[in-house]
């Protein structure tokens, strides 16, 4: 479901699709750090990024919302210490220049600890613009240095640490420089005890239709099974919400792979996904939004040939996060966060990849 079978038994892919069967996502040039996407170097405190997306603004430039780690941190104090920034690009590869948070901390709230993984969309009828994203707080003190998810017994503690605290939340502003308007309360609590997600709600891949209803896959844990991640979906009739859950059970995405990428195909009307399985990528295709079968098997794509000429083997791919032409619904780029191998001091960043036709 990547392409359509021609009369002479080749496939003719879809927008955005190559191989013999369809299999690879058809990359261009990607940009590296300093040429393009969002890279930092201190900007408002700010070196590392990570899970970032980007729209279009009215004003015909890009906005970018990623995840950032205050005071200069790494991706390890992602439970304590991320906060959604916003940076600015005159086009979709960037470079995107640091603008300001997006969200920050507040004490008292359900999010006030940290603000991770944002996915960035407008709202179909009023170009209201959402910011879907986990939050998480906790009651013991925050060590932005340690590793939050060691050790932790949620089920004794279950709002101790901040791993347990988990939540998908949204925002709402009507203009990408914000103010932000942050609910009260996250948009999907984890579920019922014994369900699959009773213990946390997490990194939201939400795909808003044209009459402003929403599609919203998340990733969560039970306390009967914290080992194993699970991907579930939820819908509102409108973005506003209520998001209420769809099924009884998580969907049949592949549990070695997470962090969904999705957008929907016009042409072959299917929605397309792209998971990270570390230094491949995991695509799958589905009707309904529901039941998900791969197109192929995992692909490599750590080995990157940037638009500048150079080539370098990344440490880590994840959070791919697409970019959709709205005139056209064909993607365009691929947001993925990576950490490099000898570039910007090892530091990760936000990459981003032309996507061909």
């Known amino acids: 479901m990547a392409g359509r079978c021609a009369a002479d038994g080749a496939c003719a892919c879809d927008h955005g699709w190559t191989g013999e069967r369809c299999e690879r996502i058809n990359f261009g040039a990607a940009r590296a750090c300093g040429h393009g996407g969002l890279c930092l170097r201190g900007e408002g405190g700010f070196t590392s990024t990570w899970g970032g997306a980007a729209v279009r603004g009215d004003d015909g430039r890009y906005h970018v919302f990623a995840a950032g780690f205050a005071a200069n941190r790494t991706l390890s104090a992602w439970l304590t210490s991320s906060r959604v920034i916003h940076g600015v690009g005159d086009a979709p590869g960037g470079a995107y220049r640091f603008s300001d948070v997006s969200l920050g901390p507040r004490p008292a709230s359900w999010d006030g600890l940290t603000q991770h993984n944002p996915a960035a969309l407008r709202a179909p009828d009023d170009g209201t613009y959402l910011l879907f994203y986990m939050g998480s707080n906790q009651t013991s003190p925050a060590d932005a240095d340690a590793d939050a998810e060691a050790g932790v017994d949620c089920a004794a503690h279950p709002t101790a640490q901040s791993v347990c605290m988990q939540r998908v939340g949204l925002a709402t502003a009507s203009s990408p420089y914000g103010p932000w308007a942050r609910r009260e309360h996250p948009i999907v609590e984890p579920g019922p005890p014994g369900a699959w997600d009773d213990l946390f709600t997490t990194n939201p891949t939400p795909h808003v239709f044209r009459n402003?209803?929403?599609?919203?896959?998340?990733?969560?844990?039970?306390?009967?099974?914290?080992?194993?991640?699970?991907?579930?979906v939820a819908f509102a009739e409108s973005w506003r919400g209520p998001y209420k859950r769809v099924g009884a059970g998580p969907v049949s995405v592949p549990g070695d792979c997470e962090d969904a990428g999705v957008y929907y195909s016009e042409a072959m009307g299917v929605f397309r996904m792209v998971l990270h399985c570390g230094c491949s990528y995991q695509s799958l295709w589905s009707l309904d939004g529901m039941e998900w079968q791969r197109t192929a098997a995992p692909q490599p794509w750590c080995a990157v040939?940037?638009?500048?000429?150079?080539?370098?083997?990344?440490?880590?791919?994840?959070?791919?996060?697409?970019?959709?032409?709205?005139?056209?619904?064909?993607?365009?780029?691929?947001?993925?966060?990576?950490?490099?191998?000898?570039?910007?001091?090892?530091?990760?960043?936000?990459?981003?990849?032309?996507?061909?036709?």
């Open 212 to 232: 402003g209803s929403v599609l919203l896959l998340y990733k969560a844990r039970s306390l009967e099974g914290e080992g194993a991640m699970r991907t579930g």
């Open 305 to 357: 040939s940037y638009a500048d000429g150079g080539n370098e083997t990344l440490l880590r791919r994840e959070r791919p996060k697409w970019v959709v032409d709205a005139a056209t619904g064909r993607p365009t780029h691929l947001l993925t966060d990576v950490f490099p191998a000898t570039s910007h001091g090892g530091a990760s960043f936000t990459m981003v990849a032309e996507v061909l036709p």
